[in-house]
């Protein structure tokens, strides 16, 4: 069964701190998709990338990297300098063919505040 | 576009009445998805929608009813609800039921009084 874990809850920095908002999954497939989602407080989910299992290249996107480590099932987002219009809920979430017909399997969420 | 359009933005209903949730996209995606979340939790998957056939029900009660009468059009229509059916519905869309990106919605508040 896929499992998708962000322990941190929810994260406070000041504006222009990096932060790094931690991912693990779980999964029996050798084939499988990450995807990170931005849920800002008017609702709406955005994605923000999606990287299969097979490539490990770190992906860089403005402010914006992604690090993805196989041998520690880790997918981590780090947000360099942030900004208040960072301030959302983020989900880490899975999807596979183990029997899911690729459904996503979504963490819990990371609230991060950011302050002026 | 990447846009996918709800209506109404906001909705409240009493547990007798009957109402229809819409969702839009005009990216030609064939797959589109019913989610209900509730506050701080992830989104929750309530039925898939492939090539307009219904592909996934994730043993939702019958008081939800979806429908996608063409390729850009999903609704779900509501009867009977229970106030802890109170959540954020959100639509989403997909270029097919498979690995893809979705594309969500601004969702729906519903409150059940």
């Known amino acids: 069964a896929q499992k998708v874990t962000q322990a941190q809850t929810e994260i406070s920095v000041v504006e222009k701190e990096d932060v790094t908002l931690d991912c693990v999954y779980e999964?029996?497939?050798?084939?499988?998709?990450l995807f990170w989602y931005k849920q800002p407080p008017s609702g709406e989910l955005v994605f923000l990338i999606r990287?299969?299992?097979?490539?490990?290249q770190n992906e860089i996107s403005g402010r914006y990297s992604w690090n993805f480590q196989k041998s520690t099932s880790s997918f981590n987002f780090t947000i360099t300098a942030s900004q208040v219009v960072d301030s959302a809920v983020y989900f880490c979430?899975?999807?596979?063919?183990?029997?899911?017909?690729?459904?996503?399997?979504f963490g819990k969420g990371t609230l991060l505040t950011v302050n002026p | 576009d990447t846009e996918v359009t709800q209506t109404p933005k906001h909705l409240v209903m009493g547990m007798t009445n009957k109402k229809s949730l819409k969702c839009e996209q005009h990216?030609?995606?064939?797959?589109m998805y019913w989610y209900k979340q509730k506050a701080k939790k992830p989104p929750e998957l309530m039925f898939v929608?492939?090539?307009?056939?219904?592909?996934i029900n994730e043993s939702v009660p019958s008081r939800f009813s979806p429908e996608c009468p063409n390729s850009s059009l999903l609704n779900l229509h509501l009867h009977a609800l229970q106030p802890e059916d109170s959540a954020l519905y959100l639509c989403?869309?997909?270029?097919?039921?498979?690995?893809?990106?979705?594309?969500f919605g601004p969702g729906t508040r519903l409150t059940v009084t």
């Open positions: 990216m030609g995606h064939r797959a």
């Open positions: 989403a869309s997909s270029p097919g039921q498979g690995p893809y990106e979705q594309y």
């Open positions: 979430a899975l999807s596979d063919d183990g029997g899911s017909n690729y459904k996503l399997t």
């Open positions: 999964t029996r497939d050798t084939t499988y998709y």
């Open positions: 990287r299969n299992s097979f490539d490990e």
């Open positions: 929608y492939s090539y307009e056939k219904l592909s």
